[in-house]
């Protein structure tokens, strides 16, 4: 005869089935696998996700006892995402992000050290193979590593080689020829400008005056992690920041509303073929082969400037962490060791051309970039050169405010819009990030 | 039996409440508790008592906020005003025997319902000097011969994006000015027009202090919709060129998610919320003068 139950049986075997379910679905399932989150800022769109979870169930094959649960977080939302994490003490086990991170989170002793992966690489020989040591120095702080580098987001110029060809232009090598290039470039007339960058009130739109500040010897930090924007570095900063924008304001080669740019307006701009120059970040090259193909054989990228005193570029070498308190920091360690190898990735920087870039020298020759002189152009001519925030010294997590604040965006913008002097606004902004310093 | 039956009526209304106190009153208490907190991301003692050392900043040492109010306020009497007259001025249209009047109203009712994040991605394009179709028909019918920077300009941002405000706020202003405007008595009009009255004179001597109430009450619900706004500037200019746009709701986000001093942008944030409950109270006054002045 078949029992029948009342109720209240009923209510109490459905609570205890879902416990049970909860349980079992939470990761201490009976295999004992090991789940590690992985949160994926810079990996987050659909394209770049079909490259990577291939990468993660490969790693999944060769560790059965480790599961991977990947989640992208919106490039937007990074900071709210993660703040209510480090609040509710929900971080990731593993994080990839931008280049700040890492030490802000260390700040708040939320960070694993990572100080025995970089001394892996150190012994198998992968630290001498990254092309930067600044790559990795930037994420030293208080005597310890807070997180290693695995790709890179750099800055560069792009060129027309059709337009320099027409006037028997070589494409310039330092700031001189750089700066007659533009103006003799410019031509309204046809629709087509000397030069295009962002110089809008964005976070992206700063970078391309830190290249030029580095390149004219100045920093915003000493080798001491020191603030130095408005004080030693001053001059430096002022050289480059009257250089840059003397194309908008004395040489009238831009459009006319940079001032309101960002990186997309400008890169927008370049790939419809209205401007001889454009200051881009490596995803240019992606759009101009999907956009205009026709203009990529008319592309070229420059070779990095050799400024007053450096030949350098800005380029940001994005992180991945690892959180003190995650239950499985080993496990973490060793998803990021085996992460983050020579060849790795070469499905991600396939999947969206020119947006990700490899981080180690023996990445620089593969079949990929040898069928594509673009990417060969920007790994032998930019990539050797890029050097990040934290130069000439390691990183402070100061640096994360004063780029999110955009204070050093600010200068540009203001004496772009006119609304300061390059002397005040240097010494405005360094006031701001004298401010972030003693907050 | 009437205390069963409110009781019933207060355990209906509970559920509700429960929400209410988690979803508002929470947040609201947390967020002055951390305002009084140290609460900077990027230091270690996060939950230190401060006092008001960031209402403090906030009102004697910084710039910021007093700069940002100041042109939050123009940012919310500009939108108000200009979505007031151009909402006053459909009503009267639509309020007129005109033909295919019901498909003009849910026309102009358009704006109302696009998304904030569209609007604002739909009018960048409009005001980009390059691409954008405010300066291509200007320089076609031969007004232009460079672009405007319409959002580089820091003398021209502001009234950009009020603008754009405007567009956003005028049909619901439209709507509720129809509604009283169809309530006035068409005979006032008549008598006033036997008087001798113009339409000007009948405007201002009718309409107009008929539909008072609703006037106040709508513009006064629109510069609380407009003070606390955050997503049309931030997505336009981002609080630029030169700060020229930065109002108060993106200098708070900027102090919290990108500064990481959630203790100064959680004081930030109360202040504009003292401002928000000053018109509040504004607002319920004036809709108690109003209801008490409308002949019964």
Known sequence: MAKTFNRREALIFGIGGVGVFALTANGANAQDQTELTFWTVRLNTPELQAALLPILAQFEAEHPGIKMVNEPVSGSLVYPKFLTAVRGQLMPDIAEAYSYHPLQFAAIDQMAEMDDIIADWDADG?????????????????????????????????????????????????????????????????????????????????????????????????????????????????????????????????????????????????????????????????????????????????????????????????????????????????????????????????????????????????????????????????????????????????????????????????????????????????????????? | MSNRRAFFAYYLILPSLVLIVLLNLYPLIEGIIVSMQNQNMMRANQTAFVGFKHYDRALFQSIDFWGSLGRTVVWTAGSVAGAYLVGLSLALLLNMQIRGRGFFRALFLIPWVVPEVVTALLWKWCYSDEFGIINFLLARVGLLEKPIPWLSNPDIAMPAVIVVQVWKLYPVMTIVLLAALQNVPNELHEAASIDGAGVWQRLRYVTLPLIRSASVIITMLGAIWTFQNFDIVYLLTGGGPADATQILPTLVYEKAFWALEIGYASALGVLILICLMVMSVLYLLVYRSQAQAEPA
Request: charged letters at 20%; aromatic letters at 14%; one cysteine or more.
């Open chain 1, 126 to 439: 992968r630290l001498a193979d990254i092309v930067n040591e600044f790559a990795y120095r930037k994420f030293f702080w208080h005597d310890h590593y807070w997180g290693v580098p695995y790709n890179l987001d750099p800055r560069a110029i792009f060129y027309r080689r059709d337009i320099l060809d027409a006037k028997g232009i070589k494409p310039p090598t330092n700031w001189d020829e750089f700066r007659d290039a533009a103006i003799a470039c410019h031509d309204p007339d046809n629709g087509v400008f000397g030069l295009v960058f962002p110089a809008g009130n964005f976070h992206i739109a700063q970078h391309f005056y830190m290249g030029f500040m580095f390149q004219a010897g100045g920093s915003i930090l000493d080798k001491d992690g020191n603030l130095v924007f408005g004080t030693t570095a001053r001059e430096a900063n002022i050289q480059a920041l009257v250089y840059l924008t003397d194309f908008h304001t004395k040489h009238h080669v831009t459009p006319e509303g940079i001032g309101s740019y960002n990186t997309d307006d400008a890169h927008t701009i370049f790939a419809q073929g209205r401007a001889a120059f454009g200051m881009a970040t490596g995803r240019l090259l992606g759009q101009i082969k999907k956009e205009n193909p026709d203009l990529v054989e008319r592309t070229g990228i420059l070779e990095t400037l050799q400024g007053p005193k450096a030949k350098l570029t800005a380029g940001f070498y994005n992180p991945m962490f690892v959180w003190k308190y995650s239950p499985n920091v080993e496990a973490a360690k060793t998803f990021v060791r085996w992460f983050i190898q020579p060849g790795r990735l070469e499905p991600v920087y396939d999947a969206v051309p020119g947006q990700h870039w490899p981080i180690f020298k023996s990445e620089f020759n593969t079949p990929r970039v040898q069928q594509d002189r673009l990417l060969g152009e920007m790994l032998q001519k930019v990539i050797p050169y890029t050097t990040d925030f934290a130069y000439p010294g390691t990183g402070v997590p100061e640096m994360g405010v004063i780029d999110g604040e955009k204070l050093f965006a600010a200068p540009v913008n203001e004496v772009v819009v006119g609304t300061k002097t390059p002397e005040q606004a240097v010494d405005d902004a360094h006031k701001a990030m004298a401010e972030v310093f003693a907050s």
